[in-house]
């Protein structure tokens, strides 16, 4: 039995073959090298409709988990599998990969939990491992500070109306301060990410995250990350895309 003190992510797309997995893998070690108590499980909403979809899971996304380091995981050799109530019951979060793919499938299949979904806007293409990866760091950052989940957007279909509007609550974001360092370092200089709520693991795997945007070096050294070069402007641009508040510090 799940031990309740760990919540539950439930990530839905429509085949459960290529977006929901690989979201749900890269959850699950996101989150666990940051200390979160949460666990994450996918599921696809119609999986007849992929009738095209050969083996357990997308090439593609394998692929992508692999380069990350993350492989012999057990779930990647299992076969998709269909959305069930139960599966809606038992989840504390719920995500559906594409607003206007899949909103029309939850009011049609599952109208009572339509309105409680959290709605990212990921096309089923090959760029969408990229932006997957931004919407889990985001959704991470906004665990940690216990924050509340989007308001999926109006969906006119010929099964449901479109939901009321409702008040938005502005949640707490935390802050990081963003630097910049050339004393000492024979003007080679680097950028500094500090303040941020992460332990160790969760720190070496943001910074892993913002070398592979900025596309160079960088490290994790005394509690703060540290990239090679002048890099405020994108990594104040892929911090806020995660969801923290960035204050630029220094000149």
Same mark, same amino acid.
């Given at each position: ?140 950052? /906004?665990?940690?500070?216990? *924050?509340?989940? =989007?308001?999926?957007? !109006?969906? @006119?279909? +010929? ?5 009321? &509007? ?57 509690? /703060?990350?540290?990239?090679? *070069?002048?890099? =405020?402007?994108?990594? !104040?641009? @892929?911090? +806020? ?5 960035? &204050?630029?510090?220094?000149?």
């Amino acid at each position: 039995m799940r031990q309740r003190h760990e919540k539950t992510v439930l990530f839905l797309c429509t085949g459960n073959y290529y977006r929901s997995r690989f979201a749900e893998i890269l959850f699950n070690s996101v989150a666990g090298k940051m200390g979160l108590p949460w666990r994450a499980s996918s599921r696809g909403l119609a999986l007849e409709r992929g009738v095209h979809n050969v083996g357990p899971m997308a090439g593609a996304a394998v692929n992508a988990l692999e380069a990350r380091g993350l492989r012999g995981i057990a779930d990647l050799a299992r076969l998709p599998m269909q959305v069930t109530a139960d599966d809606f019951e038992v989840a504390d979060w719920i995500v559906a990969l594409k607003e206007a793919e899949h909103l029309p499938l939850l009011h049609e299949r599952f109208p009572a939990w339509a309105e409680k979904v959290e709605c990212w806007q990921v096309d089923d293409a090959p760029e969408a491992l990229a932006l997957i990866e931004q919407e889990v760091m985001d959704l991470a950052a /906004r665990l940690i500070v216990g *924050g509340k989940r =989007r308001e999926a957007q !109006a969906i @006119a279909t +010929e099964t449901a109306a479109p939901p009321a &509007k409702k008040e938005v609550v502005k949640t707490s974001a935390p802050v990081v301060r963003l630097g910049r360092e050339t004393k000492g370092r024979r003007g080679k200089g680097v950028t500094t990410v500090t303040d941020l709520p992460l332990d160790e693991a969760g720190l070496l795997e943001l910074a892993a995250t913002l070398k592979q945007r900025c596309g160079t070096g960088g490290t994790v050294r005394e509690g /703060r990350i540290e990239i090679q *070069g002048d890099q =405020r402007d994108r990594l !104040a641009a @892929a911090l +806020e895309s995660m969801g923290y508040r960035v &204050k630029r510090v220094g000149g």
